[in-house]
């Protein structure tokens, strides 16, 4: 059920990891706030406040920051995207998180994943959530400390996906990183469309990256997405996928046992360099 307007401004960001993914592997990172500004906000949308986490580093920069929307995993906004916003903040961006599950319940208090993805996930509709992340830039455009118009999305698993779809959606956006993220896929009325139908209407290059043995994402499907890529809009034509063959799916989780190392370090880098590479 959609929760009422009420509801909304009154949900507030949970504490922890996501009751889905415990237990919590012994290779889970922790990033400080140490020298950042960083905690909960709320974003005014449509169907009222959402929460979001941010983070940025302290102080008044000679320069405003550049901002970079990231988009959580089906587990919600939990601890490890919190960490996440905290380690862009210190690459230097105000890095906000949005809760894009507000409006139908708190993903973190729920730990069966069929229950999840039946009550919450596959009632988020993408034109919500464009809508949502619309409100995100538009709040990140009132801070002192922001530049929006520098402006960059980075999304796990499912925001994998949505990084793809908004970097068509938004002119604004300049560059998207997407952490194996669904190119292909199953359609309905609430998500009509796959990042493959949207080459043609991509406005930002998107680096996505994955990993080979990913049961989910099959080679075969980023070959069609390449192959799509290569005729698509001008933002499309500088679009890359990397693929690390060894990874399997959500191997930047560090909470997971799915987490590899060198492989999630190496796409931090790639994402540092591919923001810069566009401005951001």
């Known amino acids: 059920m ?22 919590i592997a012994t290779t889970v990172l922790a990033t400080s706030a140490q020298g950042l500004e960083a905690g909960d906000v709320k974003i005014a949308t ?10 940025y580093p302290k102080g008044s920069p000679k320069n405003k920051l550049p901002v970079l929307l990231v988009v959580h995993e089906i587990f919600g906004v939990h601890e490890h995207i919190k960490d ?22 708190d993903a973190t208090k729920i730990a069966d ?14 034109a919500q959530v464009a809508g949502d992340l619309d409100a995100t ?3 990140a455009s009132r801070q002192a400390e922001a530049d929006a118009s520098r402006l960059a999305i980075t999304g796990f698993c499912w925001g994998g996906r949505i990084t793809w779809l908004y970097a068509a959606h ?33 406005k930002a290059p998107v680096l996505g990256l994955y990993g080979g043995k990913d049961q989910g994402i099959p080679v075969e499907g980023l070959e069609q997405m390449k192959s799509a890529l290569e005729s698509g809009s001008a933002a499309a034509k500088q679009a890359e996928i990397h693929v690390y063959p060894e990874a399997g799916h959500a191997f930047a989780a560090d909470y997971r046992p799915s987490y590899r190392k060198e492989d999630a ?14 401005g951001v």
Do not use: T
Not at 176 to 202: F, R, T
């Open 2 to 23: 959609v929760a009422s307007r009420r509801d909304l401004i009154k949900h507030g960001l949970s504490s922890g990891f996501a009751l889905a993914v415990v237990p």
């Open 46 to 55: 449509a169907a009222g406040d959402i929460p979001a986490y941010r983070a």
């Open 84 to 105: 996440m916003c905290r380690r862009f903040a210190k690459l230097g961006y105000l890095a906000i998180a949005p809760d894009l599950f507000a409006r139908h319940g």
């Open 113 to 126: 994943i069929s229950q999840l993805r039946a009550q919450i996930v596959s009632q988020a509709s993408d």
């Open 137 to 139: 830039v538009a709040w």
């Open 170 to 202: 938004q002119p604004r956006v300049k560059a998207g990183v997407a952490w194996y993220g669904k190119v292909v896929g199953d359609k309905d009325p609430l998500h009509p469309k796959s990042p493959i139908d949207l080459v043609g209407e991509l």
């Open 265 to 278: 370090e190496d796409g931090f880098k790639r994402l540092a360099a591919w923001l810069k590479a566009h």
